[in-house]
């Protein structure tokens, strides 16, 4: 069973930026596709952005442009950077890994988080204004 834990949350200004990262334990990432999912508070998690093995992207129509995901195989790492922050941009940030192993079905899955078999604890971003 993978491990996944968040990193690299925490306070900053509207307008700042962030690096979130999600390193793996127990599995190689490489091979699967990857997400990260917000859930603000009183509200549903909501998906943000996902890359599959391939290293093709999708993201949630609120981030584009603002948000980053990529990985680094051999660090067995998937990271979200996010620039422009703004107050809407609160919440705990989870990553999730798909529960299939080089799947090659439509981005729009992805989004989805029934696709993903683990997750990890989350990490708080919390935007000042």
């Known amino acids: 069973q993978v491990q996944l834990v968040e990193s690299g949350g925490g306070l900053v200004q509207a307008g700042g930026s962030l690096r979130l990262s999600c390193a793996a334990s127990?599995?190689?990432?490489?091979?699967?596709?990857m997400g990260w999912f917000r859930q603000a508070p009183g509200k549903e998690r909501e998906f943000v952005a996902a890359i599959n093995w391939k290293g093709t992207t999708t993201y949630a129509d609120s981030v584009k442009g603002r948000f980053t995901i990529s990985r680094d195989n051999a660090k067995n790492t998937v990271s979200l950077q996010i620039d422009s922050l703004n107050a809407e941009d609160t919440a705990v940030y989870f990553c999730?890994?798909?529960?299939?192993?080089?799947?090659?079905?439509?981005?729009?899955?992805?989004?989805?988080?029934?696709?993903?078999?683990?997750w990890g604890q989350g990490t708080q971003v919390t935007v000042s204004s």
């Open positions: 127990g599995r190689t990432l490489s091979s699967y596709a």
């Open positions: 999730a890994a798909h529960n299939t192993r080089y799947y090659s079905g439509s981005l729009t899955s992805l989004r989805f988080e029934v696709a993903y078999a683990s």
